[in-house]
C-alpha cells in the first residue's frame, strides 16, 4: 500500500513510500518446527526503491507506523 506519511527517503528525498512486512525462518530447529523466526516492516521509497527494514513483533508493529507519523 502506498502510504504518504512524514516520511522522507534517506537517497533521493521522495516522501511518498510503500509498507509492506516479511518473516524470515531462523535457523535449523525454526525450519523444522515450522516456526516464524522473525518480522520485519519493509519501508521502500516509491521513487527509488530504496529500501529499510525494522525488526518487529505483532505488537510493536504499530509502533513502526507511530514512527512515520509524529
Known amino acids: 500500500m502506498n502510504q504518504q506519511l512524514n516520511y522522507k527517503c534517506t537517497k533521493c528525498a521522495n516522501n511518498i ?3 509492506g512486512e516479511i518473516r524470515v525462518a531462523g535457523g535449523f530447529w525454526s525450519k523444522i518446527f515450522d ?7 519493509a519501508v521502500t521509497c516509491q521513487r527509488c526503491s530504496y529500501t529499510e527494514f525494522f525488526k518487529t513483533d505483532s505488537s510493536s ?9 509524529n
Do not use: A, E, R
Open 35 to 41: 516456526v516464524q523466526g522473525s518480522k520485519y516492516t
Open 61 to 69: 508493529l504499530g509502533t513502526i507506523f507511530d514512527f512515520f507519523t
Open 17 to 19: 513510500c510503500k509498507i
